[in-house]
């Protein structure tokens, strides 16, 4: 059976990586050389989460898809809860939901990737099948070169085995004008007419981040082209890069090499330095080989991210079956390590979500694949529910620890909205400040989530309408300050502003919450916040949802359906 006549998908996760400088580590990648490899004995099963992937334990940071069957291909240490030992992971499913754990796929066995097997990508050759590009680091000091791997048995459908070829491996090392030790995690590779492979590689000049482009006729003798395709100042090192085309018109995707003049491109970075991910939309000159965003997307640290909160190193991936582009996240704990070394566990995947070009053009939506509704079980809904000021409303009947909860929320009228300060440009400060907890006009109204009896521990989930001289603003708060009873936990004030039309006076919300996970979206994925909260009374059976307002302005619930969520299968 040839490859390209199946039906092929691949997704790739992205090791968004640790860097060593001279044996130091940059600050947010942690090494932990007593911890990495302490071997577990016990997982705990406390707020393991039910349906987002983990493997069975040990740390993990990606995805990936292919050939009928989805792969997710993700960073693991296959020894301890913390970074190290990096492989690739693999795991495979046909449902996106359900997976079975395989071998790993690759793992350090050449000189070119002796310290490690860092992020990459897959792109199917027609005719011929997938090809990993992924980052091998040759030495201790992190020197980056650029692999390839391929099936080693085509004809498995699982492709359990992978070859790196010595043949032309390394395909890209640094050139005279690159960092080596800042220059990783190689995209999904596109075709042009002119018969060239293009991709894409992160790195950073002095501060100034970047993605390289590189051209090949034959996938394996890539040369550099003579300016990044994009850079922004400032910004620090891109890693994960990601570029796609997407649609004007629609919800559907579009094939990473897809032409046309009713497409637009986006461009998404993770920034090392802050840890978030931020996209542009604008448009691609292939004369040129330049990416120039939009001018209603800023390009920079105001710029759009895929998601206010715990989500990181994601990767996007053409589904032809479903003709739909999926979106696929990491979110780390927000732990402390040692806790992680405890727990034997450290690190999900966001629920895979679809992806798509809102109707304004400015800005990207998501949602979580359709298949996720499969794990859907008891179903419970309010309508019509007026909340007063103060008010909170239980939806009882579910399973309030694992749980999908959609919800349309209507108001009469805007007056009461609160005036907006021209100064507040940072929405997680400002959910700092107007949190659920300081009473508003026009909300704060929203859920609780994995809220304990007596409201000792919550994560309320909400909006804030303000009233700007010219608009409105809408503020969307994931608050994990209330979360936890736990001390010595990153809780932090999670926030972004939603850009949505008012006129019809209702603002929707869905989560996803899963024991350690409250993965929200907001105006119908507009704006979107995943984040991990860790309760010690809210747990199992203990937790309770519920609906609140606590601004003058009545708010309506006029529509709420809540799921218990089976759990998937997971390995
Ligand atoms: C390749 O995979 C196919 C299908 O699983 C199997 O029948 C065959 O024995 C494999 N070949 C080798 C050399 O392992
Ligand atoms: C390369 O990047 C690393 C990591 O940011 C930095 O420590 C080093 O000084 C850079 N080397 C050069 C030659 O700029
Ligand atoms: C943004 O670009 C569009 C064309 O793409 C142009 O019509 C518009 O005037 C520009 N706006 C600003 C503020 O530059
Ligand atoms: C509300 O839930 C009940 C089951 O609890 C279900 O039978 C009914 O169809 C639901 N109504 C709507 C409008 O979804
Ligand atoms: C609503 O406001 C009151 C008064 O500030 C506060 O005590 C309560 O905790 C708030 N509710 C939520 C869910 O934050
Ligand atoms: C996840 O963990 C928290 C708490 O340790 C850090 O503050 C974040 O920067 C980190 N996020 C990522 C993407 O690594």
């Not at 334990?57 to 190290?84: C, D, E, T």
């Not at 498995?156 to 690159?178: C, M, Q, S, T």
């Amino acid at each position: 059976m040839g490859l390209s006549n199946s039906l092929t998908l691949i997704v790739v996760w992205c090791l968004c990586v640790m860097i060593c400088n001279n044996g130091d580590v940059e600050a947010f990648h942690g090494i932990y050389p007593r911890l990495q490899s302490i071997s577990v004995r016990y997982v705990s099963k406390l707020q393991r989460t039910g349906y987002h992937f983990q493997p069975r334990r040990n740390w993990i940071n990606g995805p990936m898809y292919y050939n009928g069957i989805y792969h997710l291909f993700y960073q693991y240490n296959p020894k301890g809860a913390v970074w190290g030992n990096i492989v690739w992971g693999h795991s495979v499913s046909k449902d996106l939901i359900n997976w079975k754990q395989l071998e790993d796929a690759l793992y350090p066995s050449k000189p070119f990737d002796k310290f490690g097997c860092w992020s990459g990508s897959v792109t199917i050759l027609p005719g011929k099948g997938p090809v990993i590009l992924y980052t091998g680091v040759v030495d201790e000091r992190s020197n980056e070169v650029q692999c390839y791997a391929i099936p080693e048995n085509a004809s498995d459908p699982f492709l359990r085995k992978w070859a790196k070829p010595d043949a032309f491996n390394p395909i890209v090392v640094a050139g005279h004008d690159i960092n080596g030790s800042v220059f990783r995690d190689p995209t999904t590779a596109w075709w042009s007419k002119d018969g060239h492979w293009r991709m894409l590689i992160g790195g950073k000049r002095n501060d100034r981040g970047m993605a390289f482009l590189y051209r090949s006729k034959d996938f394996v003798r890539w040369i550099q082209a003579k300016h990044p395709i994009h850079s922004a100042a400032s910004t620090g090192m891109w890693e994960c890069p990601d570029f796609y085309p997407v649609s004007l018109k629609g919800k559907n995707g579009l094939d990473t090499s897809m032409v046309g003049n009713k497409v637009k491109h986006v461009l998404k970075n993770s920034l090392d330095k802050t840890r978030y991910e931020y996209y542009t939309v604008g448009t691609y000159f292939r004369s040129k080989d330049k990416y120039i965003p939009d001018n209603t997307s800023e390009d920079g640290w105001g710029g759009l991210r895929y998601d206010y909160g715990n989500f990181y190193a994601s990767k996007s991936f053409f589904d032809p079956s479903k003709n739909r582009r999926i979106l696929w996240g990491w979110a780390n704990e927000s732990d402390s390590k040692e806790d992680d070394v405890k727990k034997g566990w450290a690190g999900i995947q966001a629920i895979p979500r679809t992806v798509w070009l809102d109707s304004s053009g400015r800005q990207l939506v998501q949602w979580p694949v359709e298949e996720l509704n499969s794990l859907r079980e008891k179903e419970v809904n309010i309508s019509n529910q007026k909340l007063k000021k103060g008010h909170y409303v239980e939806v009882k009947g579910i399973t309030a620890a694992q749980a999908d909860v959609e919800v349309t929320f209507s108001f009469s009228s805007l007056d009461k909205a609160e005036t907006f300060d021209s100064r507040w440009v940072n929405a997680e400060d400002l959910c700092m400040q107007r949190g659920s907890k300081v009473q508003g006009g026009l909300g704060p109204f929203g859920i609780l989530a994995l809220t304990s009896k007596k409201l000792e521990e919550f994560t309320p989930v909400f909006f804030r309408i303000f009233k700007a001289p010219t608009k409105h603003v809408v503020l969307m708060c994931s608050d994990a300050r209330s979360s936890s009873m736990k001390r010595e936990l990153y809780k932090p004030s999670f926030a972004g502003f939603v850009d949505v039309d008012l006129s019809y006076k209702k603002l929707s919300l869905r989560s996803l919450i899963d024991h350690s996970v409250v993965e929200s979206f907001g105006a119908g994925g507009k704006t979107n916040i995943l984040s991990r909260v860790y309760p010690t009374l809210a747990i199992n059976k203990k937790a309770h949802l519920f609906v609140f307002n606590n601004g003058t302005e009545q708010i309506t619930v006029e529509n709420l359906k809540a799921w218990s969520m089976k759990s998937a299968r997971r390995n």
